[in-house]
């Protein structure tokens, strides 16, 4: 049995959040041991996104289903500034709470791919260890020997081995949400019951 020494930070703007980003959190659960807690990390509503509702009803989504779950919880640590955190800012201030775990970044392919243009980027991918879940069946081995940075640090980067594959996103939820269709089974019963409750998505 490892040692759970490992905190992963799972970011991102949960607009809203849907069964598959828990999915794909209890997946690293699944496959690491050392893998004490997950961390949903909401972006700040002032990061630059069409449509993104207001930071307390996503932080309020993300805590009903969270605190159903020992191994999750929600922090709200990018919500104070003047702008939304960069992704290693948000690293950088999880390693000073947990000065004696392993910091780790949950993504998607997607974004693997552009996280060379992220500030920062270079402290990110060598500093910290980068969890990745495959997307629209992208090739991450390709994806690293490809970019320079990251096959430089190819080492701190893991594929996540999950058969759990969702391609339904948040802007499609929206999408349905405004067009009057049902989302249900495409989101926990709590959040789907919270935004019916607080009329959320309707414009």
Request: glycine share 4%; aromatic share 10%; charged share 30%.
């Amino acid at each position: 049995m490892k040692e759970k020494n490992c905190i992963v930070v799972f970011g991102g703007s949960f607009n809203p959040p849907l069964n598959s980003h828990f999915l794909m959190a209890q997946e690293v659960l699944n496959q690491y041991e050392e893998v004490e807690k997950i961390i949903f990390v909401p972006v700040n509503n002032k990061y630059q996104k069409a449509g993104l509702i207001e930071n307390k009803h996503r932080y309020n989504m993300l805590k009903l289903v969270a605190d159903k779950n020992k191994d999750f919880s929600v922090s709200d640590i990018d919500f104070y500034g003047e702008r939304s955190l960069y992704t290693v800012e948000v690293l950088e201030k999880m390693q000073k709470k947990f000065p004696n775990k392993q910091i780790c970044f949950l993504i998607g392919s997607d974004n693997l791919k552009i996280i060379h243009k992220w500030k920062g980027a270079k402290e990110l991918v060598s500093k910290y260890k980068i969890l990745v879940m495959v997307r629209n069946q992208d090739n991450i081995k390709e994806i690293i020997n490809n970019d320079e940075l990251l096959s430089h640090y190819k080492e701190n980067i893991c594929e996540l081995n999950s058969e759990a594959r969702n391609d339904i996103s948040s802007t499609l939820v929206r999408s349905q949400i405004k067009k009057g269709k049902s989302i249900k089974y495409m989101l926990p019963e709590e959040v789907y019951e919270y935004i019916e409750k607080n009329n959320l998505y309707k414009v």
